[in-house]
């Protein structure tokens, strides 16, 4: 006994409408079609499954005992197919997210809330890491998604460029060179230098450009970019920052164009050959929305 998918739903059809006409529009076929399929599965099961009675069609019991059946067939397929969904959206499985701590505040909160909102099928788990960790464990599979920081050459197929800007030096308004257009290393040797942590991309090209000087700093700090803009802004030194990592701070500061010059990209990175998950792209689209004023 060899049934037909399409033989099985034109039963389906009718037992659900109740006539021939009305299954035949169901399925967006012709009305003799649908008797066609009809006489061929009784012909291949051996049961009558309806009679005429007037003008209608009726289900015998046979007919009705057999559409039980059908239908935890059918219950089975929607469940699958909800599944399914489930996986495509990545509903009740937990989402990891990692970030570098200059994007928390206020692009990845927002962005989260814009985005995930009140939906309470998403668990997520956030970690704030440094760049090179977050590529790591990007790479592992570890991580869902992760946005980091880099210089353009970094980006790859799985990579996303969220926005760009140039390496600045920011101080406190009242700094002696707080009225330079323009601050080189040069600039920089009698200062306190606050500068990003030895995995930040911006940190080697600092160390390139201030190589090149016959003496270094008097004096430096490494620590965050974040903590780089607070201690700038309280008088303690120079740092050597962004214009991204300027705003996550919001701190009272004087920021000029360094040079030479240095360019920092940021990144939303996802695993090789991962699943596309809608709301992580929500998520992406959004952060880049949200750099981008």
């Not at 009679?51 to 397929?77: C, D, I, K, N, S």
């Not at 989402?95 to 927002?110: G, K, N, W």
């Not at 909102?117 to 788990?125: E, T």
């Amino acid at each position: 006994m060899r049934l037909k998918p399409r033989q099985v739903e034109a039963f389906r059809s009718v037992m659900m409408t109740g006539g021939i006409t009305a299954a035949a529009e169901a399925m967006n076929v012709t009305q003799p079609a649908v008797s066609r399929l009809i006489r061929d599965l009784e012909e291949i099961v051996e049961i009558r499954l309806f009679e005429r009675v007037g003008t209608r069609l009726m289900p015998t019991a046979e007919a009705t005992q057999l559409f039980r059946e059908v239908e935890r067939l059918y219950l089975g397929l929607d469940q699958i197919a909800q599944a399914a969904d489930d996986i495509r959206r990545h509903k009740n499985i937990v989402l990891r997210i990692a970030s570098v701590t200059s994007l928390v505040r206020p692009y990845l909160h927002q962005a989260i809330i814009d985005v995930v909102g009140n939906r309470l099928d998403i668990p997520l788990v956030i970690d704030v890491e440094n760049s090179r960790h977050i590529w790591d464990m990007v790479e592992k599979n570890r991580y869902d998604l992760g946005f980091v920081f880099g210089s353009p050459r970094m980006a790859d197929k799985n990579a996303v460029l969220l926005h760009g800007s140039h390496a600045v030096a920011a101080m406190a308004p009242g700094h002696r060179l707080a009225s330079r257009k323009v601050i080189t290393p040069a600039d920089l040797l009698d200062e306190r230098v606050l500068i990003p942590g030895r995995n930040s991309p911006l940190r080697l090209a600092l160390d390139r450009a201030f190589s090149n000087e016959d003496h270094q700093p008097i004096s430096t700090m490494e620590t965050s970019m974040l903590n780089c803009c607070y201690f700038a802004a309280s008088g303690m030194g120079v740092g050597i920052v962004d214009h991204t990592s300027l705003r996550s701070a919001g701190a009272d500061i004087v920021a000029i164009p360094f040079e030479p010059r240095i360019e920092v990209s940021y990144f939303a990175i996802r695993p090789s050959g991962g699943q596309r998950i809608a709301v992580l792209d929500d998520i992406v689209k959004r952060m880049g929305e949200l750099m981008a004023e």
